[in-house]
């Protein structure tokens, strides 16, 4: 499951790169700026934004950007497979009841999102630390 959804998201980040070369000049400025602090602090964002909404977008951003394919492949499965893993479980504990699914799902979207959204931000929040911390020495 991981590794079909890591070779789908190969799409659009394919689109992605191959579109950097439509943008006008002050889009690139700007796109050069992007890219410098997405390779900088955001390569990780990847990872952590699979099991969310927004990992599909990254992908296009990963493409803009010119992550090495090798990488972006590695990041994208160690992003997904922790949800695939927790979607096979759940579905064999549930006996495939997708019903009741839904109500456990519903019932603790919030406390999930909420979870991914303090991890990502302390992992950005690390991440410039340590870039600073390392700057100061």
């Not at 990872?47 to 972006?72: M, Q, T």
């Not at 006996?95 to 456990?104: M, P, V």
Request: proline share 1%; glycine share 10%.
């Amino acid at each position: 499951m991981a590794l079909v959804y890591s070779a789908a998201s190969l799409i659009s980040y394919f689109i992605g790169n191959k579109m950097e070369h439509l943008l006008w000049k002050k889009i690139r400025r700007g796109l050069d700026k992007a890219r410098g602090l997405f390779n900088r602090y955001g390569i990780w964002s990847i990872a952590l934004s699979r099991p969310f909404g927004i990992g599909n977008y990254i992908s296009y951003l990963a493409g803009i950007s010119e992550v090495g394919l090798l990488k972006y492949l590695l990041l994208t499965f160690v992003g997904i497979f922790p949800w695939c893993f927790a979607m096979l479980y759940f579905g064999d504990y549930l006996n495939g009841n997708y019903d009741r699914f839904a109500q456990l799902f519903d019932a603790y979207k919030m406390e999930f999102y909420g979870t991914g959204l303090l991890l990502a931000v302390l992992f950005t929040a690390y991440s410039i630390w340590k870039r600073r911390r390392k700057g100061n020495t």
